[in-house]
């Protein structure tokens, strides 16, 4: 089955709860495998090593890479740019209100920016489509 790797930024994984549950539906609803990483592992801070191995390993294995970059996180832009060098597509989503991100926009394939949970599952299944017809 596809795969679509989820990046989102660690610390704010819970409040962007109902948005990962939206995401999570729009790639389902394009027959795809969602794989949200903050919530499939939990690394401590010795097991650094182990979690880049890991992240780098399901980056590889995924058919693309959708990064929720309403918050700046590292991580997620380590992972952009995993799928990046990879030639994976990157779809690239954010709050209305949240700051643009230049770098992630630039990788993007698509870019979808939202105004809530319901907003963003329709505006990504749409963009999900298109990708997938390429």
């Not at 590292?74 to 990046?84: D, L, R």
């Amino acid at each position: 089955m596809r795969t679509a790797f989820v990046s989102v930024s660690y610390a704010h994984r819970a409040i962007l709860g109902p948005q990962l549950d939206a995401i999570t539906a729009a790639v389902e609803a394009q027959g795809l495998t969602a794989r949200v990483f903050v919530r499939a592992y939990d690394f401590g801070p010795d097991e650094a090593a182990a979690m880049m191995a890991t992240t780098l390993r399901e980056v590889r294995a995924a058919d693309l890479l959708i990064a929720e970059a309403s918050y700046k996180a590292i991580g997620v832009g380590i992972e952009v740019g995993m799928a990046a060098a990879l030639g994976k597509p990157i779809v690239y989503v954010r709050q209305v209100s949240a700051e643009p991100s230049t770098t992630v926009g630039g990788l993007a394939a698509a870019t979808v920016v939202y105004h809530g949970a319901a907003d963003l599952r329709g505006q990504l299944e749409a963009a999900l489509a298109t990708l997938l017809l390429r």
